[in-house]
């Protein structure tokens, strides 16, 4: 008794949430399994080779720049392997293994660790990654035919052989049923295989309380109404293009994302009309990707303009009448 | 059933049930006690005794003449044997007398009056309360004769019975048991602050309480009971007064300035007893509890018995890879050693095993997970503030109002980043304070 050697010491509060960032990445890779699986059913190997690819890129990025830049190895927080499973299912499962590994690289190396690590990014990395490519693309005409020598023969699968549904969306073509397209439908990047999928994970994040419903639903929202005004079909529009993984993993994403509510509806509901801009304005297929990377860039702004008030900052009327406290149940 | 609270703060696991059936009884006595010679926040005191001497439960023993002081009593009978720096349970020491217990007296107070406060002026009350050495029992410790000594006109008196810490459960069982003491103690407040109407806030997880306290008073206008949700840190003064009244609390401002005066329900009882029996505060109810804790319970300690005292009659044998926080587990002190003494504000000692204590071990970068900002009860940004107090960016720190903290603790329970945001706030405010008393 007298001895209190192994007594512990530290300063308060002494209690713990069970919530750390390794978990909550680890939910967030659990949520997007439902997707992966349907992207696998319908690609097989093509759809397993891609997501290895890039998941070993991550693992292996996340290492050697931790190394470079003198730092801690952090690979147990798992946001690389995430961010590494983000940029595959952002891509359709027959492109190039080099193509996704080289946005991996992009989104870990260059969108996460140059900017001072997990924390510090401005830009969703696995975005930065996957939408760096779209725009290095006039390069690769010739890396490919070089590169050519090294891809790999997946032998065939038939299904890779359909159209973007929204492409085909706006090209007008005949769609396939709604409920089709929402639950089941191969074309376009691996995670829009199916909204559904992708939407059972979100609700699984947003009951396990890692991410707000605020952001997609501003997002969803918007793009709904708009497009309803603008004469589409907005259920169609809700299921397709990777409306669903955008409004779901990327715009919710902890770092890029704006910190208080007042901040994620302006910062939702700027995504949508982004969307929907580019969706009808522009005919652009990647749409959602680019319209939350350009509000990433104003979520500083965002922050600044939505900065509430301290509970103790002296307000206009300081005594109410007597008996108005807040109810919060009858 | 109107439940009352006030926006933002955390739903923690209450981990009340070890003692919340636990009736209170008496702890046994020490065979020595430290009384610190202050334990209020105000002028300190004079020792009122010399080593040598023979001391009576009750006895008072240091005082100061000073208002804004409270003095402190023996808490046993015995023989004054040291007058000198001893531990404190906020770390470093302090000026305690320390009393060896004498077996053959009498152990027991032994009250020399019995008066009924109705028949007696505001002033005598408030005398009485000052001798007897009552100050804020639920953390506080600011004098209560001060407190209630008001020029201000107050129309209500508040009294927190919400206990929103974790484990500690001395409040409920004090409502629970002692409602009646309870209920004349607010009348005899009402009346020095001249209040109009008494709310008693409870937390709804303590159904009894409420239960007991509405039937006494649901016959009267005056007193009115009001359940509040379950939600740290209800209990916060400026919280309680903004779920009860609906009053904001800007900063700078006392409780008074806004018509009302918080007490704690402890304190209430504490200073009823020291009006009716002239009964000074030499013990008060402390929760003794933890989840591997053989004996938890509510318990009547002796102010000055040593934590190590404690710890053992409450049948804990090891204390290896166990914290020892004195206080409640958001806001209470760990002890790095068992030697310093239960004092007046002590609401709990805890012993809790490692697995659920946070310790200040390794911590990572924000990732703005936007949690501690959804919770922090003072809607500030922890998040920016632990960044810029990591930095020593004091100014920083001070624009995004860091100074309205009240260091509950939310921020860093919830943080997955481990960072101990909390810890970096304390140490960055001295340094603020003194920068703004240059600027004046
Ligand atoms: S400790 Fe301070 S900053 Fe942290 S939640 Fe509490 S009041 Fe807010
Ligand atoms: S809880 Fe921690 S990680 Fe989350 S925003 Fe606050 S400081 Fe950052």
Redesign the interface.
Known sequence: MDNTQGLIVSSAPHLKSDMTTSKAMKDVILALVPVTLVAVYFFQTYALFLVTACLVTAAVTEVLFRKLMNKKATLHDYSALLTGLLVALCFSATTEWWKGALATFIAIGVAKELMGGLGWNRFNPALFGRISLILLAPWFVPLNSGLSAWSVNLGTVDTITQGTPLAMLQQGMAMPGFFQLFAWYPGGAMAEASALAVLLGGLYLIYKQHIRWIIPLSILGTVFVLTLVAGQNPFYQLVSGGLMLGAFFMATDWVTCPINDRGKIIFGVAIGVLIVFFRLGLAATEGVGFAILIMNAFVPAIERVTRRASFSAPRAVSIPLPDKGTPVSK | ????????GAH?PHYKSFTEDKPITRLSVPKVVIVPLSQHLGAPNEPLVKVGDKVEVGQKIGDSQEHIAAPVHASVSGTVVAIEPRPWYEGGETMSIVIEADESMNQDFVPKVEQNPADLSKEEIIAAIREAGIVGMGGAAFPTHANISQKKAV??LLLNGAECE?FLTCDHRQMVERPDDLIAGAEMMMRCIGAK?CYIGIEVNKPDAIEILSEKVKDREDIKI?PL?VKYPQGNK?HLI??????????G?RSAD??CIVRNVGTTIAGYEAVVYGRPCYERVVTVTGPTVPKPGNYIVRIGTPV?HV??EAGV?N???????VGG??????????EAPVVKSNTGV?I?P?E?????VEY????????C??QC?????P?EISIACENDMISKAESW?VM?CI?C??C???C???R?I??FI?RVKPEIKKLQRSRR
Request: hydrophobic share 45%; proline share 7%; with cysteine.
């Open positions: 059933m109107e439940v009352r609270t006030f926006l933002g923690i129309d209500s974790p109407t009001v949700a400026a903004n779920a009860i009244t609906g009053r904001n609390v800007p900063r401002a806004l018509g190590s710890v053992r044998e204390l290896e890879e166990m914290k020892v926080v587990p958001m806001t209470g002190m760990a002890q790095a050693n068992l805890l809790l490692r659920m204590v946070r310790e200040d990572f970068d924000c990732v703005r997970c936007a949690k900002v959804e009860p003072v809607f500030l940004y998040n109002d309205d260091e603790g939310i860093a329970y919830i997955p980043s481990g101990p909390v810890k304390k």
